[in-house]
DNA sequence: AGCCCTTTGAAGTGA
DNA sequence: TCACTTCAAAGGGCT
C-alpha cells in the first residue's frame, strides 16, 4: 500500500486524513470559489446564512455539497492519490528537504533512533558516558557524525551545526543539566523569538504564500497581532519571517528544534506571561518542568536534580506547566521548609507537566488563518470565527488541505518521537467518560438548527435581514 | 475564575 | 467495527 510518507514506516493514519475531500466536480467549484479571498468569505457567510435559515429542510445545498460524502474505497482512494500526488510534489520522504519553501522544519532522521539515514549507528546514540553525575561526550569526531552534520548543514544551510547541537537533544533526554557537554559545542543560540518560535511554527505558520520562495506572505504576523489586531512592525525585507535573525546574526536562528538544544550565555528567554498564546505555551523554567517531566517517564536513577531556576534551556512548548511554572522556585525553597512528604508528593503531582496534543490538520489551519479572518472581518468571537473557518476548510482544495494534512501527520510524527510514552489520555481530565464539562448533545444537524443562528444573532449582533453580522456584510 | 461556544481531526473508550 | 467522548486553539460572552 503506498504510503504519504515516501519515508516509509510511517503509520500515523494519514490515509484516512482526507476524508473532508470533495469530490470531483464539486472540487472545480471550490477552486473557483477560491479564486478571491473575499469572495469566499461572502460565500462562507451566505452558506452560513443560508444553512442556518434552510436547515430545517434538512436539504441545505451549501452543506450538502460541501459535506464529503461518507466514506467509500473509491473515494480513499482518490484521497490517497491526492496524497501521493502531494508526497510526490514533496519529493516524499523524511530524509528529503523541507517540503515547502518556508518550512525549514528538519525532520531529522528520527530523533530518536540511533541510526543514521546511511544505516550507521548515530553517534549521540553510542557515546553517552556518564561519570559521576555529568554528561560526557565522545567520538564526535566519527565519520558518522561528521556526515550527520553535513546533513544538517545541507538541509539547513544558515544552520551552524556543531556536535553540541547533535548530542543536545540526548543531552537533554537524559536531562543532564547543565554540563560542559550541553554548552561548549552548541552554536546555535536559541534566542527565543519574542513569539517564542516553536520549532513547529514553520509548520504552523504554513500557507500557500509561504512556499513561494522569498515572497513573504502579506497576512503573516508581520502585518496584524493576531491577538490584538495592532499592525506589527514589518520584517526587514532581506530577514526571513520565519527567522527572526538579525542582520548578520545568522548563527542566532531558532533552531526549529531549539527547545531542545541547551543555551550558554544566552538571556532568559522572553517569559511572555500574557500577550501572545503560543500555541505551545512555553514552560518557564526548563530544569524544573523538564526534570519533573522526566521523573514521570524516567527511573528516578535517570532523572537528575533539580536546578532550580538555571535556565540552559528551552522545554517544548507542548510542555506546560500551568499554575506552578512560575511557582518552580518558590515551591522548591517550600519544600526545603515542609517536611511534609505529602506536600512534596503533592507538588510533584502538581509540576507534571502537560503535553498538548499535537495539532490536527484544521487546528493548524485555524492557527495560520484566524488572524486573516479576523482581520477580515471585525467578529472576535472565536465561535463565530470558527464557523468562518470550518467553511472555509471545506472549500480548501485538495491539494490545500493535503498539505496541512501533511503537516499535521509531521507534527505528530514529531511528537510521538519527542514523548514516545505520551498517550491522548494523559490529558484526559477525570478520565473517559467523565466529561471536563458538559457539552451540548448535538443531533445530527442541530448545528444548523435555528437555535444556532439566533443564538448568534443575539451573539454577534447578526443582521437579521441579511443574517449575517453586520460590521462584517461588507465581507 | 472557569465554562461555553464553535469548528475539524485524532485518539481513546466501551459495547 | 462503530458510536461516542475528549482534547487540541481561540477569545469574547456568560455565570
Known sequence: MPQLNGGGGDDLGANDELISFKDEGEQEEKISENSSAERDLADVKSSLVNESETNQNSSSDSEAERRPPPRSESFRDKSRESLEEAAKRQDGGLFKGPPYPGYPFIMIPDLTSPYLPNGSLSPTARTLHIQSGSTHYSAYKTIEHQIAIQYLQMKWPLLDVQAGSLQSRQALKDARSPSPAHIVSNKVPVVQHPHHVHPLTPLITYSNEHFTPGNPPPHLPADV???????????????????????????????????????????????????????????????????SFLSSRFPPHMVPPHHTLHTTGIPHPAIVTPTVKQESSQSDVASLHSSKHQDSKKEEEKKKPHIKKPLNAFMLYMKEMRAKVVAECTLKESAAINQILGRRWHALSREEQAKYYELARKERQLHMQLYPGWSARDNYVGGYGKKKKRKRDKQPGETNDLSAPKKCRARFGLDQQNNWCGPCSSL
Open 225 to 291: 497581532d493576531p491577538k490584538t489586531g495592532i499592525p506589527r512592525p514589518p520584517h526587514p525585507p532581506d530577514i526571513s519571517p520565519y527567522y527572526p535573525l538579525s542582520p548578520g546574526t545568522v548563527g542566532q536562528i531558532p533552531h526549529p528544534l531549539g527547545w531542545l538544544v541547551p543555551q550558554q550565555g544566552q538571556p532568559v528567554y522572553p517569559i511572555t506571561t500574557g500577550g501572545f498564546r503560543h500555541p505551545y505555551p512555553t514552560a518557564l523554567t526548563v530544569n524544573a518542568s523538564m526534570s
